[in-house]
T-cell receptor, first 116, second 110 residues
Framework: GAGVSQSPSNKVTEKGKDVELRCDPI?????LYWYRQSLGQGLEFLIY????????KSGLPSDRFSAERTGGSVSTLTIQRTQQEDSAVYLC??????????????FGEGSRLTVL | SQQGEEDPQALSIQEGENATMNCSYK?????LQWYRQNSGRGLVHLIL?????REKHSGRLRVTLDTSKKSSSLLITASRAADTASYFC??????????FGTGTQLKVEL
């Protein structure tokens, strides 16, 4: 597609359930990022992929959070045993990556997660 | 913790006026970027300034960078109601990780 695609756009779940959020980056972009944005706040870095490997996963809040990327394309962020404090907008972004990368990120519209 | 801190947190101006937002950061950087976020949407890249640049222009946008003070400013000239959004600075100190500030909420009134 022309831009970064995220699904679902909205997810309401009950505390304790697992959720999966999907990101489809721009074709050809080797770098992929997940950020979290709580209401009215800035962006909190979660994890960064270069290809299928994650050289920086320092932002994952706990071991309930995991992410994978397959085929150098689609990524899935999984939150197990969701808690109310996980409620936020999860934003995915992609970029060209590599030595020539300018650092400009292209963002999706986000997945809004509400944990009841 | 956030690398960048924007100032002010909120700004309200009249259409046609200029809007200035400031960003301070803590560690050395390779480049600094500004992004805009309309309510409920993703972020859109506005402009990038490298650490060896001091000023950059793009349309109605003017960005300055002072690495000695670890600060940057974003000026939007002749603001329009459509400029109403949150504005974030973001820095990269190496590699590809981009760290965002807390944002300035700009409201441009008719």
């Amino acid at each position: 597609g022309a831009g970064v695609s995220q699904s679902p756009s909205n997810k309401v779940t009950e505390k304790g359930k697992d959720v999966e959020l999907r990101c489809d980056p721009i074709s050809g972009h080797t770098a992929l990022y997940w950020y979290r944005q709580s209401l009215g706040q800035g962006l909190e870095f979660l994890i960064y992929f270069q290809g299928n490997s994650a050289p920086d996963k320092s932002g994952l809040p706990s071991d309930r959070f995991s992410a994978e990327r397959t085929g150098g394309s689609v990524s899935t962020l999984t939150i197990q045993r969701t808690q109310q404090e996980d409620s936020a907008v999860y934003l995915c972004a992609s970029s060209f990556g590599g030595r020539t990368n300018t650092g400009e990120l292209f963002f999706g519209e986000g997945s809004r997660l509400t944990v009841l | 913790s956030q690398q960048g801190e924007e100032d002010p947190q909120a700004l309200s101006i009249q259409e046609g006026e200029n809007a200035t937002m400031n960003c301070s950061y803590k560690t050395s950087i390779n480049n600094l970027q500004w992004y805009r976020q309309n309510s409920g949407r993703g972020l859109v890249h506005l402009i990038l300034i490298r650490s060896n640049e001091r000023e950059k222009h793009s349309g109605r946008l003017r960005v300055t960078l002072d690495t000695s003070k670890k600060s940057s400013s974003l000026l939007i000239t002749a603001s329009r109601a459509a400029d109403t959004a949150s504005y974030f600075c973001a820095t990269t100190g190496g590699g590809n990780k981009l760290t965002f500030g807390t944002g300035t909420q700009l409201k441009v009134e008719l």
